[in-house]
């Protein structure tokens, strides 16, 4: 079973950096793609990122130029870098990673990130 877990979510003031990371129980080559994803109460979860497994980035218009998504082979970990944070950024964010071999999606329980001054 793949349980990713996210962390270093909090409260930031506008225009300030956040960098979270999604560490996989599993070798992160096992998945072909890594994203992610945030919610805010009454709205559908949107997609923010998203990277394959070779290395091509996309990005949703609304964070895009701001927010950077890579990953650590060695620690088998995906980051999210989120510069110039607005209050409209302030979601629990969480990440998703397929399985290349199975197809199965995983999902974290997420990161709250509060933007606020």
């Known amino acids: 079973q793949v349980q990713p877990v996210e962390s270093g979510g909090g409260l930031v003031q506008p225009g300030g950096s956040l960098k979270l990371s999604c560490l996989i129980s599993?070798?992160?080559?096992?998945?072909?793609?890594m994203g992610w994803y945030r919610q805010t109460p009454g709205k559908q979860r949107e997609w923010v990122a998203t990277l394959t497994a070779a290395g091509i980035a996309n990005y949703a218009v609304p964070v895009k130029g701001r927010f950077t998504i890579s990953r650590d082979n060695a620690k088998n970990t995906l980051y999210l870098q989120m510069n110039n944070l607005k209050p409209e950024d302030t979601a629990v964010y969480s990440c998703n990673v397929e399985q290349w071999y199975s197809g199965h999606e995983y999902w974290g329980r997420g990161t709250r990130v509060t933007v606020s001054s």
């Open positions: 599993k070798n992160i080559l096992d998945f072909n793609l």
